[in-house]
């Protein structure tokens, strides 16, 4: 007999001038590859409607995607911020902590690990070269395909990434320009890139409760083992 496959929620994004939803296909088949069941999630901010919708769900995925507005960590939208999203983040804040206070796996990849951060509590940089003007930082908008690896990232033991890929330094893709700032209650650093920015976090007291700055659903194709992460997310999930 067939054991039931766990169903992912994955978050879309959202393209407001032709009011159409959409998702890069890397999530899905990341998803289906790991043993999952993925479940495109519909865009609301409709709370109970959210509520039931989680409930239903094994994991949550919180994809890549825009910026978050500054209003949630309480600061103005500075002019080197990019385009906001505000229906994403509502549901998706709303939802990252429906997650993580009912101890459902979820896993935030760049954008979904900084509202991870954001809805518990932390906050980001809205542009880190901005904001952390005189320091030497790596490039992390790479001129270079999407699935490419431009830096290594320094993982600490005893992690769930460090459990997922069992090395403690991987080399990963960058494409992003906010990153987490002030860590929020609840959470750690689990790993770093050279320059000190924060890689990815997770929750200390939830099953699953993981955020990446990385792109791991561009990157399996090319290099199976980030297809780890999503295994180990999945595997949480049954």
């Given at each position: 007999m067939?054991?039931?496959?766990?169903?992912?929620?994955?978050?879309?994004?959202?393209?407001?001038?032709?009011?159409?939803?959409?998702?890069?296909?890397?999530?899905?088949?990341?998803?289906?590859?790991?043993?999952?069941?993925p479940v495109l999630l519909p865009l609301t901010d409709d709370v109970e409607f959210l509520k039931n919708t989680i409930a239903r769900f094994d994991g949550i995925l919180l994809s890549g995607g825009s910026d978050v507005d500054a209003k949630y960590w309480g600061e103005p939208n500075y002019t080197y911020g990019g385009?906001?999203?505000?229906?994403?983040?509502?549901?998706?804040?709303?939802?990252?902590?429906?997650?993580?206070?009912?101890?459902?796996?979820?896993?935030?990849?760049?954008?979904?690990?900084?509202?991870?951060?954001?809805?518990?509590?932390?906050?980001?940089?809205?542009?880190i070269y901005e904001e952390q003007k005189g320091k030497l930082l790596y490039k992390h908008s790479q001129n270079a395909p999407k699935w490419y690896p431009t830096h290594e990232i320094y993982i600490e033991k005893d992690t769930k990434v460090f459990k997922a890929h069992k090395e403690e330094i991987i080399r990963?893709?960058?494409?992003?320009?906010?990153?987490?700032?002030?860590?929020?209650?609840?959470?750690?650093?689990?790993s770093r890139c050279g320059d000190g920015i924060i890689e990815s976090i997770e929750h200390t007291s939830c099953k699953f409760a993981v955020g990446v700055q990385w792109h791991p659903e561009v990157m399996w194709e090319k290099d199976a083992t980030h297809l780890k992460l999503f295994i180990k997310f999945v595997s949480s999930c049954q």
């Open positions: 067939t054991s039931r496959k766990p169903i992912i929620g994955i978050t879309p994004g959202i393209d407001y001038g032709e009011n159409k939803l959409y998702i890069n296909n890397g999530y899905m088949e990341a998803i289906r590859l790991a043993g999952g069941l385009e906001i999203s505000p229906l994403r983040d509502e549901m998706e804040i709303f939802t990252a902590k429906e997650a993580i206070a009912s101890d459902k796996p979820i896993l935030g990849i760049c954008r979904g690990c900084q509202v991870m951060n954001i809805a518990l509590g932390g906050t980001i940089y809205q542009d990963v893709n960058s494409f992003h320009h906010q990153a987490i700032k002030d860590v929020a209650p609840g959470f750690i650093v689990s």
